[in-house]
């Protein structure tokens, strides 16, 4: 299993729940056996890219150009379809943010998948991954599992991991 976390930043500042969303991801790599890789995104953005490379990543992909400068949503759909097809993730892990929920439902029906938003969890059983989300209002937990065919998209509520537990790597990863 492969896990792409795409990582969010402005102005070469990280948005903390990022972090967040690598410690699910860091844990799923870990329950699965899966290869993590992460990736950042903008112009200028390559010591961001470095930072990432000391966590507990397997591979960190720098995405730079200078459209990426400023957000937009056509430029970060477009950069990350190309991303997602050179990659060939299983599942592509996110913030929830309102960044991400600007752009990601695009990204996800643009590849023809679905995408599970505002996770709060998540568990293994039975080699699959199911998520939990909140529902009517946080009433109720629905848990939602993917059928298809890879890549999956899923989007972290804030919150739902704590940043603080970010794992270090015992040596940097390529970039």
């Given at each position: 299993?492969?896990?792409?976390?795409?990582?969010?930043?402005?102005?070469?500042?990280?948005?903390?729940?990022?972090?967040?969303?690598?410690?699910?991801?860091?844990?799923?790599?870990?329950?699965?056996?899966?290869?993590?890789?992460?990736?950042?995104?903008?112009?200028?953005?390559?010591?961001?890219?470095?930072?990432?490379?000391?966590?507990?990543?397997?591979?960190?992909?720098?995405?730079?150009?200078?459209?990426?400068?400023?957000?937009?949503?056509?430029?970060?759909?477009?950069?990350?379809?190309?991303?997602?097809?050179?990659?060939?993730?299983?599942?592509?892990?996110?913030?929830?943010?309102?960044?991400?929920?600007?752009?990601?439902?695009?990204?996800?029906?643009?590849?023809?998948?679905?995408?599970?938003?505002?996770?709060?969890?998540?568990?293994?059983e039975n080699g699959k991954l199911v998520f939990?989300?909140?529902?009517?209002?946080?009433?109720?937990?629905?848990?939602?599992?993917f059928q298809g065919a890879a890549p999956w998209?899923?989007?972290?509520?804030?919150?739902?991991?704590?940043?603080?537990?970010?794992?270090?790597?015992?040596?940097?990863?390529?970039?």
């Amino acid at each position: 299993m492969k896990i792409l976390v795409i990582t969010e930043q402005r102005d070469a500042t990280w948005n903390k729940v990022s972090f967040e969303t690598l410690v699910a991801a860091q844990q799923i790599a870990a329950q699965t056996g899966g290869k993590l890789v992460g990736a950042v995104m903008g112009k200028g953005v390559g010591a961001l890219a470095g930072e990432l490379a000391a966590k507990k990543v397997d591979e960190v992909l720098l995405v730079e150009h200078d459209l990426l400068e400023k957000y937009t949503a056509d430029g970060y759909t477009h950069a990350l379809k190309q991303v997602i097809a050179q990659a060939q993730p299983d599942f592509v892990l996110l913030p929830h943010t309102y960044q991400v929920r600007d752009f990601a439902p695009k990204l996800a029906a643009s590849l023809g998948k679905g995408m599970i938003g505002d996770c709060i969890g998540y568990r293994y059983e039975n080699g699959k991954l199911v998520f939990v989300r909140q529902m009517f209002q946080g009433k109720t937990a629905a848990d939602v599992t993917f059928q298809g065919a890879a890549p999956w998209f899923a989007t972290f509520q804030a919150g739902a991991f704590r940043a603080d537990q970010v794992q270090d790597g015992a040596a940097k990863a390529p970039v």
